[in-house]
């Protein structure tokens, strides 16, 4: 009698990876500044010597945490500003941007809740020009302070609801629900603006 063969079991992260993934947990949740080396090697079972092998400091932990998520949303504005100025470029950015929020929930977090903090390290100052370089490349010079304030609440808003809204509700929306109302209420807020996108 012959038997199947067992599936492959899921390969477990590398230390690296692992040390991030549970980092990026610990700073979102108790903050970069209350947050120690040792806290992360307790929490992931390394020794804090393990920790320290593969990051040379806490500092150069975040940057690693945070790196991916800004070279995705780096590549995001590319496309966008690659594209023609159209409403279906506009709306393909939405979707896009909403992905990448919901992919990104800690980054996003870390960014929306402790950026202030943060400033001066190099991967929030490199968050903030992409912030900068999103604005400007999707809206150009915005003529009147409705289409401010229309851009920021869309996408500024989406960041934030995201990065805060367990504190909202007891019963959270799931992925899906929250992606399509995102969409939906994003692009209807950007629609009566024509976004312009230049190169950055």
């Given at each position: 009698m012959q038997t199947s063969p067992l599936p492959d079991a899921p390969a477990r992260q590398t230390a690296r990876e692992e040390l991030k993934t549970i980092a990026l947990r610990q700073f979102a949740s108790v903050g970069f500044a209350g947050t120690?080396?040792?806290?992360?090697?307790?929490?992931?079972?390394?020794?804090?010597?393990?920790?320290?092998?593969?990051?040379?400091?806490?500092?150069?932990?975040?940057?690693?945490?945070?790196?991916?998520?800004?070279?995705?949303?780096?590549?995001?504005?590319?496309?966008?500003?690659?594209?023609?100025?159209?409403?279906?470029?506009?709306?393909?950015?939405?979707?896009?941007?909403?992905?990448?929020l919901l992919a990104n929930r800690l980054q996003v977090h870390m960014f929306v809740n402790q950026g202030q903090s943060l400033q001066g390290m190099a991967?929030?100052?490199?968050?903030?020009?992409?912030?900068?370089?999103?604005?400007?490349?999707?809206?150009?010079?915005?003529?009147?302070?409705?289409?401010?304030?229309?851009?920021?609440?869309?996408?500024?808003?989406?960041?934030?609801?995201?990065s805060a809204a367990e504190m909202w509700s007891t019963t959270p929306l799931s992925d899906d629900e929250t992606r399509a109302a995102l969409v939906t209420v994003v692009s209807e807020l950007l629609a009566p603006m024509q976004l312009r996108p230049v190169a950055s």
């Open positions: 120690s080396l040792q806290q992360i090697a307790d929490a992931a079972g390394y020794s804090k010597s393990s920790v320290l092998y593969h990051f040379a400091s806490k500092e150069a932990l975040l940057e690693a945490t945070l790196t991916p998520a800004m070279d995705t949303l780096g590549e995001i504005l590319d496309r966008f500003v690659a594209r023609a100025p159209s409403r279906s470029s506009q709306d393909a950015f939405v979707v896009e941007f909403i992905d990448f991967v929030i100052q490199r968050a903030n020009g992409l912030i900068e370089t999103l604005a400007q490349s999707l809206c150009g010079e915005m003529r009147t302070a409705e289409e401010r304030v229309r851009f920021s609440v869309a996408l500024g808003g989406a960041a934030y609801m995201l």
